[in-house]
C-alpha cells in the first residue's frame, strides 16, 4: 500500500474506535454533505447521533478557515442517515491535494453512496447575483492539481476515471423537481476551481468567462474527481456570494461571503434538507 492509502486506513480505523466508544458502530451513512464557508447552519437541521472533530482524528486534516467548524456531523436528515462535513479543508491552506480529499475518500469508505457538495463560489455569469443558489452541471479545474496524481490506489478506483458524467443526471433531475415544488429560484451552471487564497483577478475572471464558466471558487472540483474515481453518485450546489473580480466596483472580502451565505441560508438549507431525503429513495 501507498502512503496516501495507508493514511487513510488509520483515519478510517481511527474514526471506527470512536464510534466504538459512542456505541454507534450501526452507522452507515447514505449520503455524504460538505457544507462550505457560511452554510454550516444547516448542520441544525440533522437530528444528531454523534459530532466527531476532526482535530481528534489521528493525522486528519484540520480546517483554518474562519466558517469552517471543522467536524463531522452523523445523524439523519428524516429517514436519511448522513455524515455531514461542518468545514472542508482547502488547498490553499498548505495541505497536499491527498490531504484535501481523504476526507472525501473516508466517507466513502464509512459507507457513503451519495457526495453532495456544496460552496460559496463568485458569479461568473453576469446574470447571477448575490444570493442566487446554483447547481453543478459540470465542472473545470484551473491550476487546482488533480488529487489522482500519482500511483493509483487501486482498492479506491481505476486508473483512468471517465468523466464525462460527474454529476448525477437524476440527482440533477431531483435538485430541480424540489426546487420548482417549494418556489426556490434555482441557477445552473459550470463551477470552476481555482487554487487561491487570493480573489481572481479581472483578467482571470474573463478568461473564465470565455471557457464557459458561470461560477469560480477555491474548492469542490478535486473532491468531485476524488468521489468519481470511488464510484459516487454527486451532485452540487454553490451560493453565489458576490458577483466576481471586475464586474463591479467593490472589492471582494471573505465577510462579503459569509453575508452573502446568510442571505441564503433559508432556501439554502429548505432545498438541501429536502433534496437530501428525496435521497432515501435514490
Do not use: W
Amino acid at each position: 500500500m501507498g502512503q496516501v492509502y495507508e493514511k487513510l486506513q488509520r483515519c478510517y480505523e481511527n474514526v471506527r474506535l470512536r464510534m466504538e466508544e459512542m456505541h454507534s458502530t450501526d452507522f452507515v451513512p447514505k449520503v455524504a454533505i460538505v457544507l462550505g464557508s457560511g452554510l454550516g447552519d444547516f448542520a441544525e437541521t440533522i437530528r444528531v447521533e454523534y459530532e466527531l472533530p476532526y482535530g481528534e482524528i489521528e493525522g486528519f486534516p484540520v480546517s483554518t478557515v474562519p466558517g469552517h467548524a471543522g467536524k463531522f456531523i452523523f445523524g439523519y436528515v428524516g429517514e436519511v442517515p448522513v455524515a455531514c462535513m461542518k468545514g472542508r479543508v482547502h488547498y490553499y491552506e498548505g495541505y497536499p491535494i491527498s490531504d484535501v480529499v481523504l476526507p472525501i475518500r473516508l466517507l466513502k469508505l464509512m459507507g457513503a453512496e451519495i457526495l453532495f457538495l456544496t460552496n460559496a463560489a463568485g458569479g461568473v455569469n453576469p446574470s447571477f447575483q448575490a444570493g442566487d443558489l446554483m447547481m453543478i452541471r459540470d465542472h473545470i479545474a484551473v491550476f487546482a492539481p488533480n488529487p489522482l496524481i500519482g500511483p493509483n490506489i487501486d482498492e479506491l478506483g481505476t486508473r483512468f476515471p471517465d468523466m464525462s458524467e460527474v454529476y448525477d443526471k437524476e440527482l440533477q433531475k431531483l435538485i430541480r423537481r424540489t426546487a420548482r415544488e417549494h418556489h426556490i429560484f434555482l441557477q445552473e451552471g459550470v463551477y470552476t476551481q481555482l487554487t487561491g487564497p487570493s480573489y481572481e483577478s479581472p483578467a482571470e475572471i474573463r478568461m473564465l468567462r470565455l471557457m464557459g464558466c458561470d461560477a469560480v471558487g477555491m474548492s469542490t472540483v478535486a473532491e468531485a474527481i476524488a468521489a468519481n474515481h470511488m464510484g459516487m453518485k454527486i451532485c452540487g450546489i454553490s451560493c453565489i456570494s458576490n458577483l466576481a473580480a471586475g464586474m463591479t466596483a467593490s472589492p471582494l472580502s471573505h465577510k462579503e461571503v459569509q453575508e452573502a451565505a446568510d442571505m441564503a441560508a433559508p432556501h439554502f438549507k429548505k432545498l438541501v434538507t429536502e433534496v437530501v431525503q428525496g435521497m432515501g429513495a435514490v
